[in-house]
């Protein structure tokens, strides 16, 4: 199993709370409503920030 920074897992948190709040937006601009999407991002999101996150694939 894939071990993610504690950051990672805040940044993944923070994304599904948007998700569900019906808040996230993919980049395309079209509302994420799927939950596999939102992690997706959520990761992403953190890779940028420079948490520790295993690499794309």
Do not use: N
Not at 10 to 39: N, P
Not at 40 to 55: N, Q, T
């Amino acid at each position: 199993m894939a071990k993610y920074s504690e950051k990672a897992g805040e940044k993944v948190e923070k994304t599904m709370h948007e998700m569900k709040k019906g808040e996230l937006k993919s980049g395309a601009g079209k509302k994420v409503t799927s939950k596999k999407q939102a992690i997706a991002i959520g990761l992403s999101e953190a890779r940028k920030e420079g948490a520790k996150v295993p690499k794309k694939g």
